[in-house]
């Protein structure tokens, strides 16, 4: 996501910076972001006290923690969401966010790489 943020063309020329789980003053970072790309694999590991006012989340995390359900677990994301959607302009949610839109470019692509591979003229949108 840095690397299509950071490009120079439409939809880039953006100001990056990319921390991880033991980034110094995590929170400061956080809170200056206009977009927050959260895929640290640490469970709500970003609060809302961690975003700063009208910013978009966008979760890519997915992690399954214990809890009283029948299955035993909930899927839970790297944003704590409901402190998060408090303070952010968008928010994706875990489960339902980013997954669909995954699994559906990976099939764009497989598709489209196969079509290539095989010399078929296959148009795609």
Do not use: W
């Not at 439409?10 to 790309?37: F, M, P």
């Not at 979760?59 to 923690?65: K, L, P």
């Not at 099939?107 to 095989?118: E, G, P, S, W």
């Amino acid at each position: 996501m840095a690397n299509l943020l950071i490009q120079k063309a439409a939809g880039g020329n953006a100001t990056t910076t990319v921390c991880h789980s033991r980034t110094e003053d995590l929170a400061e970072k956080t809170r200056g972001a206009d977009i927050l790309v959260a895929a640290a694999g640490v469970p709500e590991m970003i609060d809302g006290e961690m975003i700063g006012e009208g910013a978009v989340v966008v979760d890519v995390g997915i992690n399954r923690v214990d809890a009283d359900t029948e299955k035993g677990y909930e899927l839970v994301g790297d944003v704590e969401f409901e402190s998060a959607k408090a303070k952010a302009s968008a928010i994706t949610p875990v489960p339902g966010g980013v997954g669909p839109m995954t699994r559906a470019m990976l099939l764009y692509n497989t598709v489209k790489a196969a079509a290539r591979q095989d010399g078929v003229d296959v148009e795609l949108p």
